[in-house]
């Protein structure tokens, strides 16, 4: 194989980024990924809006739109297939990509039960195809040099709430569509927890509950107790109205004050602004460790696309799909991340430690 041949479906903003960054087209895709990322051809392009799939064909050079997944799905000469649609839709299609024998690209959350993660993790075994999770602060310049310096923190401090309160009718506070804030947009914030952490979780207790919504059934506020099965603690916070810019100093690029902290006998890393930008403190001696630096704006520095790695996602997975290497973010780690969440909920609902499986 010497080209990816791509299905796209759900041609909306994610999309773009991701179909932005085929055939090399992205200048800020890191130069050890770019000789994959001018393998990767956009071939179909399906979306429920003909006009928007039509509209990404002639952006992206495709060969055909559709309004029928099926179409993507049962095509012989797409290899690999991009998801980018609404939360509800990503477990079965990714499913079905999986079933006819596709390489999957899906965006976050992968699912939105447990039932759904365990139908996706005996897929991706039994296919034997590339499943990965387009968890976008894995690849972030400031969460990368926390995880190089921080390898084993002790406490993982996450924070994912949000200044505005999300709108009751918007399809992403929909509990069936959605999910709500914290599964929708905190699962970054909890799969850049458990990336840091480096290890799997063994019990959390929540707090929380419905505090700026209407409809019961989406938990918009959660503060979370975590222990981790290699003996470190942590705690997540997650949900919208409140909190803001007041958790950062200067101009969020992302507008989104999210950050999670690791800390490991007097050394300290955060990971800011979907893990942009970093910040380091330390109270060792220079001799056991010396930060890399005290503040690092990478998103000045560089721009926005630069530090947030977002570009370099897609190339990752053909580089996966070409090299047979490992991904970054697979099946696993979407599971973990969704389990965790739904965890979360069910502690505040109950008042009572969840553990996970082992």
């Known amino acids: 194989m010497s080209m990816i041949r791509l299905g796209v479906i759900g041609c909306g903003g994610m999309s773009k980024v991701h179909c932005g960054t085929a055939l090399g087209r992205s200048a800020t895709t890191s130069p050890e990924l770019r000789p994959y990322a001018e393998k990767v051809q956009i071939r179909g392009l399906a979306d429920v809006d003909p006009a928007r799939a039509e509209a990404h064909r002639l952006a992206y050079e495709g060969e055909y ?7 993507i ?6 290899d690999a297939v991009l998801i980018t649609t609404w939360h509800d ?9 999986m079933e006819c024998g596709k390489h999957v690209l899906i965006e976050k959350p992968m699912a939105m039960t447990e039932p759904e993660c365990d139908a996706i993790l005996e897929a991706e075994a039994r296919s034997g195809v590339k499943y990965m999770v387009a968890f976008r602060c894995r690849f972030a310049r400031g ?8 390898p084993r923190p002790d406490n993982i401090i996450a924070h994912a709430r949000t200044a505005g309160i999300w709108r009751e009718g918007i399809w992403a506070q929909d509990p069936l569509k959605g999910g709500g804030q914290i599964l929708s947009q905190g699962c970054h914030v909890v799969d850049m927890m458990f990336y840091l ?30 222990r981790y099965r290699n003996g470190s603690v942590g ?27 690791a800390v490991a006998g007097g050394r300290s890393g955060l990971a800011i602004d979907h893990g942009h930008n970093a910040r380091f403190e330390s ?3 220079e001799t ?26 897609l190339p990752t997975l053909a580089r996966s799909i070409l090299d047979d290497t490992p991904l970054p973010a697979t099946a696993a780690d979407g599971a973990r991340t969704t389990r965790f969440i739904l965890k979360c909920f069910e502690s505040a609902r109950t008042g009572k430690v969840i553990r996970f499986g082992q």
């Open 288 to 313: 056991e460790w010396k930060p890399p630096y005290a503040k690092c704006d990478y998103s000045e520095e560089l721009g926005q696309e630069a530090a947030s790695g977002l570009s370099d996602i």
């Open 235 to 261: 705690s997540f916070l997650g949900g919208d109205g409140g909190t803001g810019g007041l958790m950062a100093d200067y101009a969020l690029p992302c507008k989104c004050p999210f950050w999670v902290m």
């Open 197 to 226: 952490a480096g290890a799997e979780p063994e019990s959390v207790y929540a707090t929380g509950g419905v505090f700026h919504h209407q409809r019961p059934e989406v938990i918009d506020t959660i503060n979370a107790a975590v």
């Open 73 to 78: 799905f049962n095509d012989p000469d797409i």
């Open 65 to 71: 739109a559709t309004t029928d997944p099926e179409r």
């Open 143 to 150: 969460a990368r040099d926390v995880k190089r310096e921080i």
């Open 89 to 97: 839709t990503h477990a079965p299609l990714s499913l079905r990509a």
């Open 283 to 285: 109270i060792v001696p």
